[in-house]
């Protein structure tokens, strides 16, 4: 029993732990979004300041070439910017190319299978300094074969019509007991 209430102590002191985590988080997030909302609004009365729609045609005109200047000016701003960052991706390709180097790790291509004769890869590695040919076959040695019995048993039957026609009737039997023995 005593064990028992100390363990449901012990929840209820992490459940009202939990419930002001969370309350407290909760403020944060307010106060979070609180000053995003600030930070924005000081951002656009600085950057945007409020637009006056002019009367005139001439001024309308010049309003149209002031936007025509900013515009530029943030596209060249962009075309800067994108600029750097290629230049600044490519320097950090090199200088991982260049640490793989140093460290003597490099990556491997993937290779591909190549059909090459042996004649071929020769001719390719040595290039013109290649005369040699490389024919794998004419340097093994021939080798006759023997004949065994039963290889030479079916040649001697020949043509097998002629050999059943002499076995065929009681001659034939007869010459065959007589092979035999």
Not at 49 to 68: F, G, K, W, Y
Request: aromatic share 4%; hydrophobic share 30%.
């Amino acid at each position: 029993p005593a064990l028992q209430k100390h363990d449901r102590a012990i929840t209820a002191r992490r459940q009202h732990l939990k419930s002001i985590m969370l309350q407290i988080a909760a403020t944060e997030l307010q106060k979070e979004e609180s000053r995003r909302e600030t930070e924005k609004e000081s951002y656009l009365a600085e950057h945007c300041p409020p637009l006056h729609i002019p009367s005139s045609m001439a001024e309308v005109q010049e309003l149209c070439q002031q936007l025509h200047t900013k515009i530029n000016a943030a596209e060249e701003e962009k075309y800067d910017m994108e600029v750097k960052v290629q230049k600044s991706s490519k320097e950090l390709e090199d200088l991982s190319q260049k640490l793989f180097d140093l460290r003597g790790k490099f990556k491997r291509p993937p290779l591909r299978r190549v059909r090459m004769s042996a004649d071929a890869m020769l001719k390719a590695l040595l290039g013109s300094k290649h005369k040699v040919c490389m024919d794998l076959r004419s340097n093994l040695k021939q080798v006759k074969k023997e004949d065994t019995e039963k290889e030479r048993d079916l040649r001697d039957v020949g043509d097998w019509r002629k050999n059943i026609e002499e076995k065929s009737g009681m001659e034939g039997r007869k010459k065959m007991f007589e092979s035999e023995s």
